[in-house]
């Protein structure tokens, strides 16, 4: 896999230590720390950089000596957010369809198929420059974690250029070759699957760590996404599965059969559903961007988190169902309307990001971790989703470097 210049898991800047002091509420996700609760909340706290790990965390009378110090002058911190969910190999533009949207028109996964065309017909470097562009956004406003996806090629030779740019720029990169049939194969859905899970999946294997497939009334089946799925962990990718997005269907309940690291968008779901994710390892991953710019119901946060289920939040980044790379919008959307608490938004942002990509060096401030650190122009993180829509990211840390600094 190519090594990433932005979101990679290389990097490290030396051994110099650096002390972030004067942070008035730290989140660490660590239960150990702080006040006890699942975001393990330290006041008055300061932490400690040394390469691209975190090696202190505390209060900050306590900090050690270290080579630098930065002063937060009394603002939040958290941990880089973790969007496990984004399609940003893309070429093209969606406004008017977003538009007609708004004047009446239901959203379908026909709209797919005007991304692809564009997706299709533009060069490596065109692709690779807009997924820059957008991570670079993301960046801006605190991601630090990345998952993105390939799904508008839907050739063997699209499909496994999205996935080389894609592996361009993060470690996350997922198969998406099942997302629509392909329009080549609009009479022969059987035909498309063989493909999907045959030579296309050849091609695809070796750049992507993730296989999903979009099972829903006018994609994908179970029966097909079953065979999506199993081919691909037969070739060592690890199932996440667009499931029950616009309808009830069978998505969920295989996703955790097959052990999916998530089921992604979980808007209509059943006791059963619910159950399932409750019972199984597989990260109910919800995309609040898609029921706004849809106008969908919302999916219900605290259905699931009252069974048991582990909820990470996500922007789900396209160019059609939810065109905003902004992880903070997708929190105070989930406060505001999926009964989600603040602090139960920000860990799902955050450690539930890092679960639904299975990762334990992310998403967390402890001795250990990557140094993924967002400063925050709030006392709280509280204020993610009290403050809507406003730039509150003054300062973000990736891998131990800065690289965003508020003006
Ligand atoms: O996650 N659901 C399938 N895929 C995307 C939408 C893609 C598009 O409309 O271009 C999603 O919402
Ligand atoms: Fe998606």
Same mark, same amino acid.
């Given at each position: 896999m190519v090594q990433s210049s932005?979101?990679?898991n290389g990097g490290g800047g030396g051994h110099a230590s650096t002390a972030v002091v004067g942070i008035a509420s730290l989140v660490t996700?660590?239960?150990?720390?702080?006040?006890? *609760?699942? %975001?393990g909340v330290i006041r008055d706290a300061a932490l400690v950089i040394e390469g691209d790990r975190i090696v202190w965390t505390g209060e900050g009378a306590r900090v050690p000596a270290t080579d630098h110090v930065v002063d937060a002058g009394g603002r939040a911190a958290v941990p880089g957010f973790v969007d496990?969910? *984004?399609? %940003?190999?893309f070429a093209g533009d969606r406004t008017e369809e977003f538009a007609a949207r708004m004047s009446g028109r239901p959203y379908s996964a026909g709209g797919i198929r005007t991304t692809v065309a564009a997706t299709r017909a533009a060069s490596d470097e065109a692709l690779s420059a807009n997924v820059a562009r957008y991570l670079a956004e993301a960046l801006r406003q605190g991601t630090t974690t990345f998952e993105t996806k390939s799904g508008?090629?839907?050739?063997i030779e699209d499909e496994a250029r999205s996935l080389r740019v894609a592996a361009a720029h993060t470690d996350e990169v997922t198969y998406?070759?099942?997302?629509?049939?392909?329009p080549e194969y609009a009479g022969d859905p059987a035909g498309y699957v063989d493909l999907v899970t045959g030579p296309m999946l050849d091609a695809c294997a070796p750049h992507a760590r993730w296989v999903d497939v979009f099972c829903e009334r006018g994609a994908f089946d179970g029966d097909a996404a079953r065979a999506v799925l199993t081919a691909g962990r037969a070739r060592g990718l690890v199932p996440r599965v667009h499931a029950n997005q616009l309808g009830h269907g069978p998505g969920v309940q295989l996703a955790v059969e097959l052990d999916a690291a998530s089921a992604d968008h979980c808007t209509h779901l059943t006791d059963a559903d619910v159950d399932a994710l409750a019972s199984g390892r597989t990260v109910a991953t919800l995309l609040p961007g898609a029921e706004f710019s849809t106008r969908a119901p919302w999916p219900d946060a605290r259905r699931l988190l009252d069974a048991g289920a582990t909820v990470a939040l996500s922007?789900?980044?396209?160019?059609?169902s939810s065109f905003t790379s902004s992880v903070p919008f997708c929190v105070a959307l989930a406060v505001r309307d999926?009964?989600?608490?603040p602090d139960e938004a920000l860990w799902a942002a955050t450690a539930g990001g890092a679960a639904a990509l299975r990762r334990?060096?992310?998403?967390r401030l402890a001795p250990?971790?990557?140094?993924d650190l967002v400063l925050l122009d709030?006392?709280?993180?509280?204020?993610?989703a009290y403050r809507p829509?406003?730039?509150?990211?003054?300062g973000v840390w990736r891998a131990g470097e800065q690289v965003v600094r508020a003006a």
């Open positions: 932005a979101y990679g996700n660590d239960p150990a720390q702080g006040d006890g *609760s699942p %975001l496990s969910h *984004s399609h %940003l190999v508008y090629g839907l050739t998406l070759g099942a997302h629509i049939v392909a922007t789900d980044c396209n160019p059609g999926m009964g989600m608490t334990e060096d992310v998403g250990g971790t990557r140094a709030a006392p709280s993180h509280v204020h993610l829509g406003v730039p509150l990211v003054a």
